[in-house]
């Protein structure tokens, strides 16, 4: 399981990783560089549309550096908080690793089909929290000419409850769309590709991808460390689902580990 994928288990705003801290006090952070780090074990999909899962160890990583750089799964960038009515609203930019990848020779199916590797990316969001709840906007655009060099746009909610102490659930719902040569790369067959696969021609367009939802629990063992689990279920939607590469519709990803904050 990809990297990307798990953090997209963990909630989706980045900011979840910070909230499932917020269990208990923390200790004041007076650094340069504060957040949070971890271990996590994955089970999902080896690849978008897979009916194969693969386990993975992955590091988890939410820093922020100053007052406006922050270091995550976006990537190294630089954002922003303005307060903006009951909430705050968040933005930046900066320019990241998609994990994200394909590759033929795991799975006799791909034969024939070209690689889709993982590569660097430019990245931009806007989030808006207020209370327990939050919403925002994930755009990613390729830049790496041996991976998807399009656009994918995520767009979701995110809602928190403290039930204890301790503990802490989360419930985070997601569309993604994607343009054109995101979803070529990923699900369209050229007639070449399927003489030499065997799967059926099919030419992808821009559109909706993928909806889901991600459940995630945390617990909090001291003031700087937190068990957590999260379940992510989604399905693709249209051309990708449509695909002959889709060979499951339904993606479920498991995760669970330890963060701690410093």
Do not use: C, H
């Not at 988890?60 to 909430?87: C, H, P, W």
């Amino acid at each position: 399981m990809k990297l990307k994928q798990l953090m997209s288990t963990l909630g989706a705003p980045v900011a979840g990783l910070t909230l499932l801290m917020t269990a208990v006090p923390a200790a004041a952070q007076d650094g340069f560089v504060s957040g949070v780090a971890g271990l996590g074990l994955s089970y999902g999909p080896s690849f978008l549309g897979s009916d194969e899962s693969e386990t993975g160890v992955i590091p988890i990583f939410d820093l922020k550096i100053g007052s406006y750089g922050f270091f995550n799964q976006r990537g190294l960038g630089l954002q922003n908080a303005v307060e903006l009515g009951a909430g705050t609203l968040r933005y930046g930019a900066g320019v990241g690793y998609d994990f994200e990848e394909r590759i033929a020779a795991d799975d006799a199916r791909l034969t024939g089909l070209p690689d889709v590797e993982a590569g660097t990316s430019a990245n931009a969001f806007v989030e808006y929290e207020t209370g327990p709840l939050a919403f925002g906007l994930d755009l990613q655009k390729g830049l790496s000419s041996d991976g998807p060099e399009g656009l994918r746009a995520k767009l979701y909610g995110s809602y928190g409850t403290q039930l204890n102490e301790r503990t802490r659930l989360s419930v985070s719902p997601y569309v993604i769309w994607a343009d054109d040569d995101w979803m070529d790369a990923y699900f369209t067959v050229t007639p070449g590709q399927a003489a030499t696969s065997g799967l059926a021609a099919f030419d992808a367009s821009s559109g909706l991808a993928q909806g889901g939802v991600t459940f995630t629990g945390s617990y909090a063992v001291s003031a700087r460390a937190v068990f957590f689990a999260s379940l992510d279920f989604s399905t693709l939607a249209g051309d990708a689902k449509d695909s002959s590469l889709s060979f499951d519709d339904t993606q479920t990803s498991l995760s669970t580990g330890i963060m701690f904050r410093f």
